[in-house]
């Protein structure tokens, strides 16, 4: 899935207008988490905040702004789930609209941020006139825009920098007498460096493409990329690909599924020799990774410890998500499945880390 600001920066360019719509709160049980967003024109959309009536009763009054140029900027919408849209989870979801027609500057530093992986938020003043859009962008030490007001800029800046913390959360405010939504977009995406544009390496960079990750796909096979390719997808020709590894970023998921046996292990050994990939994974078979288990032994003298290299490479990849089939749909499904699985642990437990360490 492409990120907030670039999605909102190629819709703008198609569109001209565009209405951001976010989850401000939920109480009891709704679709999505609130910052859940969706960028809606007058005939596309990009990002969702669910699905299902929700999503569809959104979509509807956002291009009814476009259409009809409401007076306001930002303004709220409460739907009780169950007794509005006859919606089986029965919570209320608090949903914020906001009219963007031009990005003022501030666009620029949030897709700057989105590309740092650094976070932002985007704070909304509701009610206020459209014209001019009245909104600021705010990141740990710098902010873009007005509210209208310096004082409520300043208290504003305030606020979403609190927002913006560890554990700080999107939501509603009031500050200095005035109603704000502070939108908090996390750099949540994370990073795929994908070797090989056959079959199955176009099939995984369409799958990643639902995905929050930057993906770098690269192969010497220049004319075999795809005329297109997802938003979210950097194609790099290079005549050298295991090269390419040294440049990639650390903590990256690196998928190797070129049509050669030998690049397949050149570049499967430049990634072994740095310690901070998060994931090594290897098209193939058993007989495939035994092969490359015994030349890597050959190899490791000085260089690698063999069992510990062997125990880093996920081989065949996408196996463990259970799949049997080796189309290469499955195949690029199963790997995705193993990504995620492996990021969302990371993720836990560095959240225990962090509980014990607060504790």
């Known amino acids: 899935m492409t990120a907030f600001a670039a999605s909102l920066a190629q819709s703008l360019a ?60 930002a303004w709220i919408v409460r739907f009780p789930l169950a007794a509005r849209l006859g919606q089986c989870c029965g919570g209320v979801a608090t949903v914020a ?39 600021l962008l705010v990141t740990a030490d710098d902010s873009r825009g007005t509210l209208g007001d310096d004082a409520l800029d300043s208290a504003a800046v305030v606020a979403a920098r609190a927002r913006l913390a560890p554990g700080g959360t999107t939501g509603l405010a009031e500050v200095v ?114 092969q490359f288990a015994r030349r890597l032994a050959q190899r490791a003298v000085g260089r690698l410890d063999h069992d510990a290299a062997l125990a880093r490479i996920t081989c065949p990849i996408g196996a463990t998500a259970g799949l049997t089939s080796k189309e290469p749909g499955a195949i690029a499904v199963g790997t995705a499945a193993e990504i995620l699985a492996l990021r969302e642990k990371r993720a836990s437990v560095g959240a225990s880390r962090g509980a014990r360490h607060r504790g």
């Open 97 to 135: 609209f906001a009219v963007v027609d031009t990005a003022d500057g501030w666009l620029d530093i949030a897709q700057a941020c989105e590309r740092t992986s650094a976070d932002f938020a985007l704070v909304h003043r509701l009610g206020a006139d459209r014209d001019p859009a009245q909104r």
């Open 14 to 73: 198609g569109a001209g207008r565009a209405v951001v719509v976010a989850i401000a709160h939920g109480t009891g049980s709704v679709p999505r988490e609130p910052g859940a967003w969706m960028i809606v024109t007058a005939d596309a959309q990009a990002g969702t905040i669910g699905g299902g009536h929700l999503e569809h009763e959104a979509t509807k009054l956002a291009r009814e702004a476009i259409a009809t140029s409401t007076p306001a900027s």
């Open 177 to 290: 007498g005035a109603s704000l939504f502070l939108h908090v977009v996390r750099a949540d995406a994370f990073d795929v460096v994908l070797f090989g544009n056959g079959h199955v390496g176009r099939a995984l960079a369409q799958v990643l493409a639902a995905l929050p990750c930057r993906v770098r796909w690269i192969d010497e096979r220049e004319s075999d990329f795809p005329e297109s390719v997802p938003p979210n997808v950097e194609v790099v020709a290079s005549d050298a690909p295991a090269d390419e590894v040294a440049d990639a970023p650390r903590g990256a998921f690196v998928v190797v599924t070129t049509h050669n046996h030998a690049l397949d292990f050149a570049i499967v050994e430049k990634a072994l020799e740095r310690d901070d990939f998060a994931y090594i994974g290897l098209i193939g078979s058993a007989s495939k990774r035994a």
